[in-house]
């Protein structure tokens, strides 16, 4: 048996919603990481398009999603969302699991949500051209697929370890007409000072991050855009939450906990954000952010300001950090190998409003490895950390008998990640805690912000 719960074409959100109005308190101000001083719009300009800044900024909590947005979503929006009865019957567990599932998109992820709406605003704000980075290759390949689409150049910084580890995501941007450079390079000023401390250096987002915001703001026809971590991309995210209330209320259901996997906050602020207004307006739901052990930012970073790239030329933002210069370990799960994370994301769990834990690698590809063979979707290494969450809720409901309901976000498949499967199939795949020596070394350098 299986319930598949979908929604007709024209019932598509017509409008992305914005959490800021529904935060526990103001937001905290970003910073400009060479003056110190909070930033102005003119400020980002050489970085982002001013429609988003409009957006990373906005009070509204609704906005309009352009039509021709709404047009490329068709693709594959409504996005499914299914009840896992076959997994619910492994476990043996009272609690009824829901899943909605963002694999469906061309690029096989989440990612999507954002760069399109991210490669429009840019086209009718005359960019020519986008410089951005990647991690595990999800957010390269939705963004060089939505340049495709608008007509705009693409260049993608790919952390190295993951441009090693994962050749067919490269080989999907490089399909969509992106140039693709392994990060650290010598492309770059940031990337050739990393090359000549760390020549072996595997890389991380932060350093990505700093070569692309470098070539974005060294030519006047370029642009930055960003997969993760800022407002305007949780706010396009949050059609994933819209669609998935509607689906439960199909069913007549609603879930006592909504599960994302984190790593810079997109997923799981999409699924988790409609459900956090609920929430601010008293209705009981748990929302739960599931992070790497490897990179916890969430549960072992501190809640200060930090910058958000190696070489410290990105905006200074109040956020749960593991600090600047934190290098992460070669984890299959590239997309959650972020020393920060959401500002937003950030202020809910440091307010007590979201929850958060983080787990080891072995016991995520467990999970995904019992999905795959109950649900038959073989789920992204990211995505198996939120798996894994809902097999611990359902778990704990089993051993105190009671029914839970347990909605979490597939962010995406792994169809393209076998390579992380085949390790793990083969004894390969070790736990990694990262050490807090290392942490703390890391936190030491914090920018002094007043």
């Known amino acids: ?131 951005t980075e990647t991690g595990a290759g999800q957010w390269g390949s939705s963004i060089a697929l939505a340049c495709q689409m608008f007509g705009l150049e693409c260049t993608v910084y790919m952390v190295k370890v993951s441009f090693n580890q994962k050749p067919y995501r490269k080989s999907m941007m490089q399909l969509w007409g992106a140039e693709v450079i392994p990060s650290p390079s010598n492309r770059t000023n940031s990337g050739r000072s990393i090359l000549a401390e760390h020549p072996e250096s595997n890389g991380s987002l932060g350093i990505a991050i700093s070569e692309a915001v470098e070539d974005a703001v060294s030519r006047e026809d370029t642009r930055y855009a960003l997969g993760s971590v800022l407002n305007h991309v949780c706010l396009h995210q949050t059609i994933i939450g819209l669609e998935a209330k509607e689906q439960m209320a199909l069913v007549g259901d609603y879930p006592d906990v909504v599960i994302g996997c984190h790593g810079g906050g997109s997923n799981f602020a999409g699924i988790a954000f409609p459900f956090i207004a609920d929430k601010a307006s008293g209705k009981k739901v748990r929302v ?117 309901t347990i909605l979490f976000n597939l962010s995406g498949h792994g169809h393209v990640d076998m390579a992380a499967y085949d390790d793990f199939l083969a004894g390969h795949l070790t736990d990694y805690e990262y050490p807090a020596e290392a942490i703390k070394e890391s936190l030491a350098h914090l920018p002094k912000v007043g």
């Open 288 to 404: 739960l952010a599931m992070e790497p052990l490897s990179c916890p930012t969430l549960t072992r970073g501190v809640y200060a300001f930090d910058y958000g790239d190696t070489a410290k030329m990105a905006p200074v933002a109040k956020m749960y950090t593991l600090g600047h210069d934190f290098m992460p370990p070669g984890i299959h799960a590239g997309g959650l190998r972020y020393h920060g994370a959401s500002p937003l994301v950030s202020q809910l769990v440091h307010a007590g409003v979201v929850e958060a834990k983080a787990v080891a690698q072995l016991a995520c590809f467990e999970a995904a490895v019992l999905f795959s063979r109950t649900e038959g979707i073989i789920p992204a290494p990211e995505s198996s950390h939120a798996i894994r969450g809902a097999i611990d809720e359902a778990l704990q409901a089993k051993e105190e008998g009671k029914e839970k």
């Open 1 to 131: 048996m299986q319930t598949k719960i979908l929604l007709p074409e024209d019932r598509i959100p017509k409008q992305w919603y914005n959490v800021i109005p529904d935060l526990p308190g103001p937001l905290a101000p970003v910073i400009h990481p060479g003056t110190m001083q909070p930033v102005t719009p003119d400020d980002l300009l050489p970085l982002f398009p001013m429609p988003l800044i409009e957006q990373e900024v906005s009070q509204q909590r609704w906005i309009d999603i352009p039509e021709a947005v709404r047009e490329i979503y068709q693709l594959w929006r409504p996005a499914p969302m299914f009840r896992a009865h076959r997994l619910e019957k492994a476990l043996g567990t009272p609690a009824k699991i829901y899943y909605k599932y963002e694999g469906t998109s061309p690029a096989g992820s989440h990612k999507p949500n954002s760069a399109i709406p991210q490669a429009y605003y840019n086209k009718i704000s005359g960019t020519k051209r986008i410089a």
